[in-house]
């Protein structure tokens, strides 16, 4: 019967120290999240590197596809900074929808939705959600993005909405434009 209860309590214990790993976890992993909407909010691919691992993977919302910190950069580059680049500024808003599976000591995954706002060249902000999932691996005893996929849904976002609402008031326009020409060449045609 002692031998019952010891082992008990010694799986107990066992039993509470893995929970306050996995809490710990858990809080780098936030960390590690904060660390990331804040170099992002900055487009600063430099702070990004210590955040991924030395070999890794990020599908971008538009689906672009970068595997180092340079591409990461040029993607910056060439979406917010360049003179024809539509928008010059993003803030991300990364929720995960549950805690992080471990799959094991050293590799976790999670998935979640993004409220992003990108603030456009013109003057005006776009809000999109976006849906992504994220895997982790440990390097040197810390954890860092080993995968990261983004993605938008393309037949539910404010950009399609905001153009299909610019061709129909262009489509409008031409229409009206198109009966006041018509009705001001026929009064002249009648007039003759």
Same mark, same amino acid.
């Given at each position: 019967?002692?031998?019952?209860?010891?082992?008990?309590?010694?799986?107990?214990?066992?039993?509470?120290?893995?929970?306050?790993?996995?809490? #710990?976890?858990?809080?780098?992993?936030?960390?590690?999240?904060?660390?990331?909407?804040?170099?992002?909010?900055?487009?600063?691919?430099?702070?990004?590197?210590?955040?991924?691992?030395?070999?890794?993977?990020?599908?971008?919302?538009?689906?672009?596809?970068?595997? #180092?910190?340079?591409?990461?950069?040029?993607?910056?580059?060439?979406?917010?900074?360049?003179?024809?680049?539509?928008?010059?500024?993003?803030?991300?808003?990364?929720?995960?929808?549950?805690?992080?599976?471990?799959?094991?000591?050293?590799?976790?995954?999670?998935?979640?939705?993004?409220?992003?706002?990108?603030?456009?060249?013109?003057?005006?902000?776009?809000?999109?959600?976006?849906?992504?999932?994220?895997?982790?691996?440990?390097?040197?005893?810390?954890?860092?993005?080993?995968?990261?996929?983004?993605?938008?849904?393309?037949?539910?976002?404010?950009?399609?909405?905001?153009?299909? #609402?610019?061709?129909?008031?262009?489509?409008?326009?031409?229409?009206?434009?198109?009966?006041?020409?018509?009705?001001?060449?026929?009064?002249?045609?009648?007039?003759?």
């Amino acid at each position: 019967m002692r031998k019952a209860v010891v082992v008990a309590l010694l799986l107990a214990g066992l039993g509470s120290a893995a929970a306050a790993q996995s809490e #710990s976890d858990h809080e780098e992993l936030r960390g590690l999240r904060s660390r990331l909407v804040e170099a992002v909010g900055k487009l600063d691919a430099a702070a990004l590197e210590p955040l991924f691992t030395k070999e890794f993977s990020v599908t971008m919302a538009d689906q672009t596809h970068l595997k #180092s910190v340079a591409e990461l950069k040029d993607f910056f580059e060439r979406q917010f900074r360049a003179s024809d680049s539509p928008v010059t500024g993003v803030r991300i808003q990364p929720d995960a929808d549950e805690l992080t599976h471990f799959l094991d000591d050293d590799v976790a995954v999670i998935w979640g939705s993004s409220r992003d706002t990108y603030t456009l060249r013109s003057g005006g902000e776009l809000t999109l959600q976006s849906r992504w999932t994220a895997t982790f691996a440990k390097e040197d005893g810390h954890w860092k993005f080993a995968a990261v996929h983004a993605g938008v849904n393309f037949l539910d976002n404010p950009l399609l909405t905001a153009a299909s #609402s610019g061709k129909y008031a262009w489509g409008g326009g031409a229409l009206v434009l198109g009966l006041i020409v018509g009705m001001t060449l026929g009064r002249r045609k009648r007039a003759a």
